[in-house]
């Protein structure tokens, strides 16, 4: 069974904090994605990496960086969290072939305060 | 321009009903993947359905078949004999073949409803 593993399900944040939200793919997957989902708005990408050290930014980027030093681990960055970052953040990996679906972790909701 | 788009934020269906779940996108690629995934209140994320640009037979697994109308930019999602457990969110996605950058699009999605 492919396993995708957030390392939290809920986190709370004060405002200004660096929080870092990991994610662990054991499937040797070469793409991983970093989604934040909010009501009506569906999943929006905030960035994806294809490579180990190699990102691109999705639609979302402002905010966020990210970090993918070893080909399973993937890390999205709030360098200052803030308010407006609180949301429901979803991991997914996949292979890189075009007909192949991406396979998600369980999600962590976070809450800046 | 939105890439995949969702017109129907909510949608009811009777039990054993059929049910159809539109999503239209935009590319000018000619490669590319379609996906519907279901997502229940619990939060997973589920694969439904893939379909490719160069298939020509609309995909079908199980209750679950997309009708796919490449001139339209269409992929529809059609649950036939709807089941109570398929009340849940719905995301239409989209990936490009963008060479190694191949991100996955999803839509606002639907939150369908079936009712006993």
């Known amino acids: 069974d492919v396993k995708v593993t957030q390392s939290s399900r809920y986190l709370v944040k004060r405002t200004g904090e660096k929080v870092f939200l990991e994610c662990v793919q054991d499937?040797?997957?070469?793409?991983m994605f970093w989604y934040r989902q909010d009501p009506g708005l569906g999943l929006r990408l905030i960035y994806f990496?294809?490579?180990?050290?190699?990102?691109e930014k999705g639609d979302i980027p402002e905010g966020y960086s990210v970090s993918r030093e070893k080909k399973e681990r993937f890390s999205l960055i709030l360098e200052s969290a803030s308010t407006n970052q609180t949301s429901m953040y979803l991991c997914?990996?996949?292979?890189?072939?075009?007909?192949?679906?991406?396979?998600f972790g369980q999600g962590t909701r976070l809450t800046v305060v | 321009a939105q890439k995949i788009t969702q017109t129907q934020p909510g949608m009811f269906v009777q039990e054993k009903e059929a049910v159809t779940l539109d999503c239209t996108y935009d590319?000018?690629?000619?490669?590319?993947?379609l996906f519907w995934y279901k997502q229940p209140s619990s939060g997973e994320m589920i694969f439904l359905i893939y379909?490719?640009?160069?298939?020509?037979q609309n995909a079908t697994e199980g209750r679950y078949s997309l009708n796919f109308q490449k001139a339209r930019k269409s992929a529809n999602l059609v649950i036939s004999a709807s089941q109570l457990g398929d009340s849940a969110m719905y995301f239409c996605?989209?990936?490009?073949?963008?060479?190694?950058?191949?991100?996955?699009?999803f839509g606002s999605g639907t939150q369908l409803t079936v009712l006993p």
């Open positions: 379909q490719g640009s160069y298939d020509e």
């Open positions: 997914a990996s996949s292979l890189m072939a075009l007909n192949t679906e991406a396979f």
């Open positions: 499937m040797d997957h070469e793409n």
């Open positions: 996605a989209m990936r490009e073949d963008q060479g190694s950058a191949r991100q996955l699009t």
């Open positions: 590319t000018s690629d000619q490669s590319y993947g």
């Open positions: 990496s294809y490579d180990v050290k190699m990102k």
